[in-house]
Every structure is written in structure tokens, then in C-alpha cells.
């Protein structure tokens, strides 16, 4: 697997953005923690004092070596196999800004659900045609979606309240709207954390 462009580099500058990210999940980041894809390790970065026992898996070589270094001196365990072949169990696994970039993402979120210890939840929803495009779904389109995502996390876990993180074209026009969907607990802002007057106003309007 090789990455085109320089998307992780992008990512390693956007310090603001990956604060508000870290911000968002931290209360869901607990126990013994995979990071699926953590590329060059931004996110890992800011969470990783909250581990004790931390696993970061990346199939792409030269991040994979690239990341080995960067943590040689840190309790963090690198990876470069798939997730099915991680011989471990889970109490916390995260995908940041990968999912939507996996071909079987059903068969990959399979994978993890059997790596997860008893209780724990895994959640992810970024609709891949949002993503950048400035187009989101609809009001009625999203609720039907997130029900959906709940009611299967709730068919798989005992944790009766998951809550759901939405991330796509999130903006300063359409976070208004978006803020009152029900069932969405947070937001992923991509390209619009680049700018901090439009980061700003997105925190105030959700904070309103």
C-alpha cells in the first residue's frame, strides 16, 4: 500500500484540528488501545498518555518504518499486520480518518468487533461521498443512517448509549444544521480546521 500525495504531511501541521479530534473522543480512548492506520503517528501523538498498553498497525512500509523509529523509546508496540492477524485483544480500537479508505470496510469492522474485549464499543461514521465535497446528507438521510449504526452497536454490545461522532464537509454554514440531528455527539471538522476563522466559528456555533 503506498499513499498518494502529501495528505499525512498535511495532516501532521493541522495541530489545531487533531487537538479538537482528541478533544471529542478522549472519553472513549481506554484500556488496552489500537490505532488502525496511524500513518505517521499525528493522532497518536496527542493520546497516547492515556494508555498504558498502546498498538499502532500501518501495512504502508515506509510509515511503518517511519513510525518505529519515532516511538523506539516509547512502551508502544508497531505493527504492520492486518487486523485480523493482530494476535491481541482490545478494549479501545480506533480508526482515525481510515476507515473510509479501506475497500471491504464491513469485513475490516468484522475484524475488529473479534479483537474487542467484552462491553467495548467501536464507532465510525464519515460517509465517503462527504468527504471534501461540500456535499452532505440529508436531514432525514442522516438520522436513518445513525439509527442504524446504533441499533446494530446495540445488537452487538451491552453498552445501551453509544454515541456517534459525524465527520464530512463539516463547515460553518452547515454545522448549524447539522448540530440538531439527533443522535450526533460530536463532530470530525477535515478541510475547514485548516482555517482557524472557520475552525473558531464552527466551535462557537456548537457550543451556542
Known sequence: MKYPGQELENFDKATVWRKYVYFEIKKFIIGNTLEVGAGIGSFTNNYKH??????????????????????????????????????QSFDTIMYLNVLEHIKDDIEEINQAYKKLNKNDIIVAYEPIWSIGTGVIPLNN????????????????????????????????????KLKHIKNINGFLVGGASLYENKFVDIIKKTTI
Open 141 to 176: 438521510i442522516l438520522e436513518h443512517d445513525i439509527s442504524k449504526i446504533i441499533k446494530f452497536l446495540k445488537s452487538k454490545f451491552k453498552n445501551q448509549k453509544p454515541k456517534i461522532i459525524y465527520g464530512g464537509s463539516v463547515n460553518p454554514e452547515n454545522i448549524v
Open 50 to 87: 492515556l494508555v498504558k498498553n498502546l498498538t499502532l498497525s500501518e501495512l504502508d512500509e515506509e510509515n511503518f518504518q517511519y513510525i518505529k523509529k519515532k516511538f523506539e523509546s516509547e512502551n508502544i508496540k508497531i505493527t504492520n499486520s492486518l487486523t485480523e492477524n493482530i494476535n
